[in-house]
């Protein structure tokens, strides 16, 4: 995956540098980069398994090989709890213990994603057995997969076979004792092609046995007794995928001495520099031979101790005793915690939860302007007055203990212009302010929205500051003092010839998410809702003004903008009765299905003959885009800005949108149309991951506010709290500015719109014809459903072909037929638990990776495209339970992601509750009744938790987890998840 590669190479190219600068810096770019995935296996006697001494020896074989300018490696020891170290991997190597411990049982979905962009993938020894969750994607990736009850672990005296193949470059012959795997289950059941044509999404053997070795060996002639196969002995395969990317199996490497085997290391090498898309020398990759010192580093120090490993020799293990065969199915392997990973590059320069976004958009450049020192400004809204900007700043709290009730005003100036931050300054202009997150200037008099009322700021002594006592309030009793409530704003609406405060209130909950009424004194205040407030005329009075409402239903609407039309754009976050992020553009009169309970005031527009406590979605308006949580695309969405005023390439984004996201750290693009008079449309990956030292690069801290200055570029105001509300810093203001030359060899989607019977998908410039084939379009489609517990996962998940592609305009543009879309009005709904999908729609997720001399032509090749109403011809076929097919533990990895991750990890941080990690077995004192009890964790607990969280709980914890709504199925999938975090 070289997406990265693109965005360094143009900012090379836009520098002044000497020829052999750009040749140098041009080389750099062109890398590929592997990642070295090891593990350890203690249980093993020394000199065996000793999977990150292996890595460390093949990395270091690399760097001194005629091949090292060409890749770099990174080595990651055991699965990191920040997987964006995958993300600019073009290569894999997986080198680990297998079976249950396997890390690809509990992560397949993120590498299957890698993959199906190109990634390559090679598997090792053990690497090759994983439990049967994962055997289809292994045997995707690489051609072939351990299989229980089929396959055997003999030890035994290869005499190889070597086939014609670009690995085998330089290998005139194999001679070597391993635990050399046999019987491996294949894609397809005929012998292994080999001979040299290597037909593409085949498997190729790459080495076999002789057809009489296994004379004199008892349990390898047993093993290849029954179901006698030509492929049987092969122990070394590989495979060129379809979707570019290129995969092997070597079932070798169980003793860590037969490194020092030049020809075994030679095409272990060879087949690394294959699978990562690097033509193979000729005579293949030559490196230095392995010294008994060389041999010696890294090893795993197991007990009892081991001695010094020997060439030529036996590997002397101190009382070790013989380890015993391999057993499928019957032990279980204590696998061990994740720990900070070995030789990994620092985390700074990782991305956030975007999995094919790795910096900052080629067209764009980005540069760190938040004044140096203090104040550390944590900006909750912002706006700019001729070329200052004013920003509102605060520390948001999450314990319901602490408001921050000495929010203050800033007006920031030296920003346009600027070349450096050193140029920009801060005036405070107020303070003690009471969590203040909306703001505007309107007819040169200020306006603040504090979490329980609205002022306006008078300069009455004319010393540019505003005291206590010259703060008018406009409306006031809005909220009580919870944590989660919030004015957020301003946006300027024009309304019957006047100026109108349009905002948003957010609603009361519980730590953990769960509703609760939502108190306020003003009886005209609806929560969840979005307000106007005015006429503004800078002497309006709380007599005066008049609160209206436009639309509600909300949770979080963190993010407002009113467009050029006076449309008002809304983002929300998941919740209670939303199962996933979303943004609107708002229908006045508008519910969007969050209900609010009876016991305080209702949302605006909340339908009064709906149970509130259960609430239906069959009475909600329909969004405009689903921001899927579960599939890592957001988490807290911000303020939405329009792209406009752009020139040179960054033009093309006019009139879309940036939708930024500050818990996840990135920033998103969206188009949007209008189809059968409702708003729909696509939302693209854009910008993620954090800055460099120098504030280049990346993001300094969590995108919260996104406004366009006068000089037509974009200013990020960033914020962030400890814990669940973090990314990198807590606060930030950045500047991101389009490039006055774009990159020549760079592409990306342009835009998504429906056409009957399917989607015209639009890149910024024509793609090659040789890469415009349907087979390499990715889709699947899922529905939600919401409910009364929290958040939700994909519901319904199917998979669709592309009937045929069409390319238009030299192929800028093509037109995918698909057959089976479904939308809004598709029967028959689906249900849970009572609830169901109707008014909900459906998202198209697509997955589009070209690939030419190995260079992925996109930066981003996904897509997610909410179709409420789409353009097919005839209706889509029904959706029942016979055409679904449920992945349990893929099932129960979407609802950990989208329902229980924000507040529980699994690493043993502590979020809002407990970790996951080591929570099974535990001994804890929990809060039952009102009494302490001890109890041990356990599957029946941990169900009845998921279940009715609020009958006990951890003591020193609040009780706010909500409700989930699972199923017994779900609940015992999630459990299944739970344990296999510890490899139990």
């Not at 995918?816 to 169901?836: E, F, H, M, V, W």
Request: hydrophobic share 35%; net charge positive.
């Amino acid at each position: 995956m070289n997406v990265v590669k693109f965005h360094h190479l143009a900012g090379l190219c836009l520098a002044v540098f000497s020829l052999s600068a750009v040749l140098k810096a041009a080389a750099a770019a062109d890398k590929r980069h592997v990642v070295f995935l090891v593990g350890d296996d203690l249980r093993h006697a020394s000199g065996t398994h000793e999977f990150y001494a292996g890595a460390m020896l093949l990395k270091k074989s690399l760097a001194t090989s005629q091949i090292k300018d060409k890749l770099s490696c990174t080595v990651v020891n055991n699965w990191p709890d920040d997987t964006g170290v995958f993300m600019n991997a073009d290569l894999i190597v997986h080198f680990y213990k297998g079976n249950q411990a396997h890390f690809m049982n509990d992560n397949h979905a993120l590498v299957d994603e890698l993959a199906q962009k190109g990634v390559g993938q090679l598997l090792l020894h053990y690497a090759v057995d994983p439990e049967e969750v994962a055997e289809p994607f292994i045997k995707k990736w690489t051609g072939g997969v351990y299989k229980t009850g089929l396959s055997s672990n003999p030890h035994w005296d290869l005499k190889a076979v070597l086939e014609k193949h670009p690995i085998n470059s330089g290998v005139a012959q194999l001679n070597l004792r391993d635990e050399w795997y046999v019987k491996m289950e294949y894609e397809h059941d005929c012998a292994l092609d080999h001979g040299g044509s290597l037909n593409q999404d085949r498997v190729h053997a790459i080495m076999r046995g002789r057809p009489d070795a296994a004379k004199g060996n008892g349990k390898l002639t047993k093993a290849l007794a029954k179901n006698k196969k030509p492929s049987d002995l092969t122990v070394f395969w590989a495979k060129e995928r379809a979707d570019g990317g290129r995969g092997a199996g070597c079932t070798g490497a169980h003793f860590h001495k037969n490194w020092a085997d030049d020809a075994f290391r030679k095409q272990v090498l060879n087949a690394i520099v294959w699978c990562a898309n690097i033509p193979v020398p000729k005579g293949g990759v030559d490196s230095p031979r392995v010294t008994e010192d060389v041999l010696n580093e890294n090893l795993d120090k197991r007990k009892p101790k081991f001695g010094r490993l020997k060439l030529g020799g036996e590997t002397k293990v101190a009382a070790a005793a013989k380890p015993k065969p391999k057993v499928k199915k019957q032990r279980k392997p204590k696998r061990k915690a994740p720990s900070k990973p070995k030789d990994q590059p620092p985390t700074g320069s990782e991305p956030g939860t975007g999995l094919h976004v790795r910096g900052i958009h080629p067209f764009f450049e980005i540069e760190d302007l938040h004044p140096a020192g203090d104040p550390e400004l944590k900006i909750s809204a912002m706006c700019f007055v001729g070329d200052d900007l004013y920003a509102l700043s605060f520390s948001p709290n999450r314990t319901d203990k602490q408001p921050d009730r000495d929010g203050k005003l800033y007006k920031i100036s030296g920003l346009i212009g600027a070349k450096s931050k050193a140029e920009v300054r801060t005036e405070l202009l107020a303070d003690a302010l009471y969590e203040p997150a909306a703001l505007a200037v309107v007819k040169e008099k200020i306006y603040v929205g504090e979490k329980t009322r609205i002022i306006r700021l008078d300069d009455k002594d004319g010393d540019g500051s505003y005291a206590k006592h010259e703060r008018t309030p406009l409306l006031e009793g809005l909220a009580s003092d919870n944590f989660h409530v919030w004015t957020i704003g301003f946006e300027q609406l024009q309304k019957d010839g006047a100026v109108y405060l349009c905002g948003n209130f957010s609603t009361h909950i519980k730590m953990g998410g769960a509703r609760i009424a939502n108190t306020q004194v003003n009886s005209n205040v609806r929560r969840g809702s979005t307000f106007t407030l005015g006429p503004i005329t800078g002497k309006e009075t709380a007599d005066s003004v008049r609160l209206d409402y436009i639309a509600g239903g909300y949770r979080t609407p963190n993010g407002i903008m009113v467009g050029p039309e006076n449309e008002v754009y809304v983002t929300d976050n998941q919740g209670v009765f939303n199962p996933a992020n979303k943004l609107i553009r708002l229908e006045q009169g508008g519910f969007y299905g969050h209900y609010l309970l009876a016991e305080g005031k209702p949302a605006a527009f909340q339908p009064a003959d709906v149970d509130a406590g259960t609430g239906i979605s069959g009475k909600r308006s329909p969004v405009t885009l689903y921001l899927p949580q579960s599939m890592h695309i957001a988490r807290s969405p911000g303020q939405p800005v329009l792209i406009r005023n752009q020139t040179g390439a960054a033009a093309s984004f006019n009139g879309q949108l940036f939708v930024p996201d500050f818990t996840s750290g990135s920033i998103h693009r969206a188009n949007l149309e209008q189809v059968k008079g409702v708003w729909q449309g696509a939302l693209f990956r854009f910008s993620a991951g954090a800055a460099k030292a120098d504030g280049t690069g990346g993001l300094t801290g969590g995108p919260n506010r996104m406004s366009l200055g006068p000089d037509n570029t974009f200013y990020i105001g960033q914020i962030g709290a400890e814990r669940l509300w973090q990314f990198n810093k807590n606060h930030g203001l950045q500047r991101l500015q389009a490039k006055s030359e774009a990159p020549s060899d760079f592409n990306d989607f342009l835009s998504a719109r429906m056409i009957p019977g399917g989607i015209e998908i639009a890149f910024l410039k024509p793609l090659p014809k040789a890469v415009l084939k349907r087979q390499l379009f990715k889709l699947e489609q899922w529905t939600y459903i919401p409910t009364s517990s929290y958040g939700g996962s994909p519901v319904g998940r199917t998979p669709l072909l592309v009937k045929s592609l069409k390319a238009l305009d030299g192929g800028k543009r093509v037109h995918l037929q698909i057959d089976g879309l479904r939308d809004a009005d598709s029967r028959p709904l689906l249900k849970n638990n009572g609830y169901t999908n109707e008014n909900m729609g459906w998202v198209l997720h697509l997955t589009y990776n070209p690939q030419l001399n190995s260079k992925s032509l996109l930066w981003a090749g996904e897509l997610w495209y909410t179709m409420i109403k789409n353009l097919n011809q005839k209706s889509a076929a029904d959706l029942n339970a016979a055409t679904v097919e449920v992945d349990r533990m893929l099932d129960a990895k979407d609802i950990y992601a989208a329902m229980c991750a924000s507040c529980h990890s699994t690493d043993g941080t502590l979020l809002a509750g407990p970790s996951l990690k080591g929570l099974l077995g535990k001994t804890q004192i929990v809060i039952r009744d009102g009494k302490e009890v001890e109890v041990t964790v356990d599957r029946a607990y941990v169900d009845n938790a998921i279940k009715d969280p609020l009958s006990e709980y951890p003591k020193g914890l609040v009780p706010a987890m909500p409700p989930l709504g699972l199923s017994d199925e779900q609940r015992a999938a999630l459990v299944d998840f739970i344990q296999r975090i510890d490899g139990e």
